[in-house]
Structures are given as structure tokens and as C-alpha cells.
């Protein structure tokens, strides 16, 4: 079943539930690879551990060794700080019933903020003064801010949570905002939400409004090169479709003319699962990832582009950078914004992939793209030889 024919008209929550239900033979599931990739590039596989999955994904701002993951480890629901050299883990917070992660990011290792579509809430957990290394102290788990803008249905559909990482005079926005990106069913009524001051006094950027709206179902947010904002869609009719946004006027808030389709629709015709996630590496070039089918036909293809010049009047040129046999990628984020990953490059930085199998199950590991120069350790010891 391609998500194509599940997502129309239905909430993200509805369509995890009817995926629960999608009949899968004992046996069936199989494993998931790079089927193409281009020459300078190795591919590999993080362990997390037999029986343990992940459904969400989030960089280390302070340690480009590691990432973060929220998923199932060791039959508890977990956020986990993975080691990428060695796979180790070590556990960040156990998640209570009461929080689901549909998306996170990482302000730094005593921040987190949570989008959390099943219970229709955004969640932060602060380590406050003087931090002790968790966030088990009472006030440290907390709701951050009411959504604001949810479906037809009710439902704060929520996924991707991306944070501003320096002061953007492009976007008027602070280091430290947080912006959520719902998928609300129906056309158009997707949005990107900012809140300010997130970790002191929350505040909506523009005040109880949307930041920028106008596309249908969430499939990633980034900062090009130039601090401006991509915007990526998944479903139809804006299937793989991804915007860029800059605050031209400066009044806080994306409005007419301040946004245009940089990438058009996926396949003019034909209703493919849609663009999945959404990632930029330290020079700016952008990579998304499409996947449509089921079982053997079940395949994704990581897009590229370069944004181009003036970005706001023209569109642009989209190639295939690789292709996978899973249907959907439910995340792609390097764990650099510095490190190169140009083919070849050395100490490049890893792409990191969290997908399904073809069957739509889960797998337990994650997929990683590297250029395949030597690694700083390598080159150091050659000096000495």
C-alpha cells in the first residue's frame, strides 16, 4: 500500500494507525540498502541493537560524534544519544505514556523540545540550574506552548522541530527559536509554527499566528546557505514540493511574495508517496528524499539541488543523488554543519537515514552515507609513518 492512496483526507495519526494494520506474512519484512549511490561515498549501517527501533531523529549540536534518537530500546520508549563510531548508546530520558515523539531537536544537551501529534501537545525538557545530567526534577518536563492552527479533525498534527541556530536577519528571527511544521490534512492548511524565548517565557512569532503556511503535509524544514528558510511538502496536491521562505519586509512573519516553489511537484501525474525528509550539508546543498511503492517495487530516491541565485523568481535544477528499496524515509539530517561531504572528502560528514523496510516495518539500525576520504585519525597516524 503506497502512502499515497492512505494520506488523502486523513490525519498523520490516522494513517499510523492504518499502517498497524497493514497485513505483513511472517518473514516478509526485508532489509533496506543503498541500491545506487554516486563513486566517493561509502554506506553503512548503524547498529541499534536486535528488537530496537527509532521513529525520529535529531543532530548533537555539541558533539558532531554523536546523534540523538527517540524510539523503542530494549522494550522501553526511549530518547538515546548514540555514539555513530561505535554504536553505543546511552539513555537521555524515558518517555512516560503520557509523550509520544512525532518529531525533536536538540538545543543543547540540557534542551530538548518534543512535537508530540499523538497527544496533540509540544513538550520541552529543560535540565534547569543547576543541571544534574537528566530531567527528572520536577518542572524540568513541561508543556511549552499550546499548538495553535490544528485540523479540521481537532488534531495538532505536528512532525518536524527545527531550531534557529544564530541570530537570522533573512527570516527576523532569534538564535534559539523553535519552529514546528504540522501535516494537517487538507490542502494547504499546513504551517510552520516559531515560538520564541522557548526555554524562559515562550512567545508565538508573529504572536498567535502562523509563520508561514500555505502547503499540505509537512515533509521538512532547513536554512540554504544564506540563512533562508526551505519549506518541504509531502502529499498531494503539493507532493514533494519544496518552498523557500525570507522575511523581506521584516515584520516576523512570511506573507505574499516572500515565498516561492523552488522545487516543483514530484511527478506531474502520478500520486507517489511524497517528499519524506528533508536535510542541507555545510555548503548549502540540499537533500530530499521520495519514496513510493510496497514490497519488492518499494523504493526511495534521495533528490539534490543548489539553490539557485535569486531563489525567491526561479526554480531549481533537481538530480538524483541515490536510491534505496524502502518505501519512506521517516528522517535524513547530517551530523555536521561544518564538515564537508563532498565525495572523497576527508573526515567528511555522515548522512544519516532512518527508513522503513519495503513492507513498511521497522529495522533495527540506521543508514549511513560518508564520503570515503580517511578519517582524521587516519590521517594522523599516516604522519608518522
Known sequence: ???????????????????????????????????????????????????????????????????????????VARIVRINLWTAARTTVFVLPTSITVSGFAVLHSRALFISDAWHDKIFRLHDKNPP??????????????????????????????????????????????????????????????????????????????????????????????????????????????????????????????????????????????????????SSGRVYSSVGWGFGNSAQTDIRTFTVPANPLQTTATVSTFATLNSPYLSAVIFNSTTRSFAPGAVNGAFMILLGFDPFYGDVDYLLTLRPDGPSLAVRRWSQYK
Request: some cysteine.
Open 132 to 281: 544534574d545530567g537528566d530531567f527528572n526534577d520536577p518542572g524540568e518536563v513541561s508543556e511549552l506552548i499550546q499548538p495553535i492552527y490544528r485540523n479540521p479533525g481537532g488534531d495538532w498534527t505536528g512532525t518536524t522541530v527545527f531550531i534557529i541556530p544564530s541570530d537570522n536577519s533573512r527570516l527576523t528571527l532569534k538564535a534559539g527559536t523553535v519552529l514546528f511544521q504540522s501535516e494537517d490534512g487538507g490542502t494547504t492548511q499546513g504551517e510552520v509554527l516559531a515560538v520564541a524565548n522557548a526555554l524562559t517565557t515562550p512567545t508565538y512569532v508573529p504572536p498567535y499566528r502562523r509563520y508561514f503556511w500555505g502547503f499540505n503535509y509537512g515533509g521538512g524544514l532547513g536554512l540554504d546557505a544564506q540563512g533562508r528558510l526551505l519549506v518541504a511538502s509531502s502529499f498531494w496536491p503539493d507532493t514533494g514540493k519544496v518552498w523557500i521562505c525570507e522575511d523581506l519586509d521584516g515584520n516576523r512573519e512570511i506573507g505574499p511574495g516572500e515565498s516561492n516553489i523552488l522545487v516543483p511537484r514530484v511527478h506531474p501525474t502520478t500520486e507517489w508517496a511524497g517528499l519524506s525528509a528533508l536535510a542541507v550539508d
Open 1 to 75: 500500500m503506497a502512502r499515497s492512496h492512505v494520506l488523502q483526507g486523513l490525519s498523520l495519526r490516522s494513517f499510523c494507525v492504518l499502517l498497524c494494520f497493514i497485513p505483513v506474512a511472517k518473514g516478509m519484512a526485508l532489509d533496506i540498502s543503498f541500491t545506487t549511490h554516486p563513486p566517493g561515498y561509502v554506506a553503512g549501517r548503524l547498529p541499534l541493537g536486535t528488537g530496537n527501533s527509532a521513529h525520529a531523529l535529531a543532530r548533537d549540536p555539541e558533539n558532531e560524534n554523536y546523534i540523538y534518537a527517540a524510539g523503542l530500546f530494549d522494550g
